[in-house]
């Protein structure tokens, strides 16, 4: 039996034609079973072909990790100790689709940097794509100056710091807030109950679309939430959306408990039993 488990944390989709592509992959077409991370994201699949026995909606592995390490205490680099003590820890995620998408990249940036290092309570933890520096320098070249100016700018920040560990849990668990765009680290970071503005466009945001992890309870530059006014949120712990959250994102994913893999593992198991019985 071959089991199809996704790498990755579903956001939403503007239609059932734009999921298709993943119900078309080698992986999804070859598998047994396909595991969905809710009732929605197993609709997409059936509804590209998949037969719906095929499909198990039990949620996503990836939760349970999150839920975890949340729980654990995180051994801080030493690098990090002196440079966020007693002070509120903003996670800042890029990506290439942000460079490859957004003409004022480099400003924005900036913005941020501006709101958060000029409050001496505030730190920044800017986890950028490992491949940023490649993809300005061969499809951005118009950023590149700008770009070597902006690393310049950070290395003179004393409440600065990037994040170049392959393990994104260590920043999710000292950071006190999120400030990024579409990226899987948005719907892994609803999990550990933090706030988050979110670069959204309003496409991202219309209530029409496949959710197979409601993000809506987040705060959004789209809907007025500045940089600003983020950051008071978070150092006042004025977190209004939290109970909205939370309960869009628990109605929205299975299992949200970190049982995900043991049910997942109980599951199939039985199914491997029945084929082997059915077969005696």
Not at 199 to 209: A, G, H, Q, T
Request: with cysteine.
């Amino acid at each position: 039996m071959l089991v199809y488990v996704p790498y990755y944390i579903d956001g939403s989709y503007e239609s059932v034609e734009e999921h298709s592509i993943f119900g078309v992959l080698p992986g999804t077409v070859s598998a047994t079973k396909i595991i969905a991370q809710s009732n929605i994201h197993k609709e997409l699949f059936v509804n590209n072909g998949h037969d719906e026995n095929k499909i198990l909606n039990l949620g996503s592995p990836k939760f349970d990790a999150i839920l975890s390490a949340c729980k654990k205490n995180t051994e801080i680099p030493s690098e990090w100790e002196r440079i966020i003590r007693d002070k509120k820890v903003f996670l800042f995620s890029s990506t290439v689709d942000d460079i490859l998408t957004d003409s004022d990249w480099i400003n924005n940036v900036n913005k941020i940097i501006d709101h958060i290092t000029e409050n001496d309570s505030c730190v920044v933890i800017w986890r950028p794509h490992p491949l940023t520096e490649i993809t300005v320098k061969t499809m951005r070249p118009v950023f590149e100056e700008e770009y070597i100016k902006l690393q310049d700018r950070i290395s003179s920040c004393s409440n600065f710091i990037i994040d170049t560990y392959s393990d994104v849990s260590i920043s999710m668990n000292v950071s006190h807030a999120l400030i990024c765009g579409y990226s899987s680290i948005l719907f892994q970071y609803l999990a550990t109950e933090k706030p988050i503005l979110s670069f959204l466009s309003k496409e991202r945001l219309d209530k029409s679309r496949f959710y197979c992890t409601d993000y809506l309870g987040a705060y959004f530059t789209n809907e007025g939430v500045s940089i600003a006014d983020f950051v008071e949120i978070v150092l006042k712990d004025k977190d209004i959306k939290k109970e909205e959250r939370m309960r869009r994102l628990r109605s929205s994913v299975t299992n949200l408990d970190g049982t995900c893999g043991q049910k997942i593992h109980h599951r199939i198991k039985k199914d491997v039993m029945d084929l082997l019985l059915c077969r005696l």
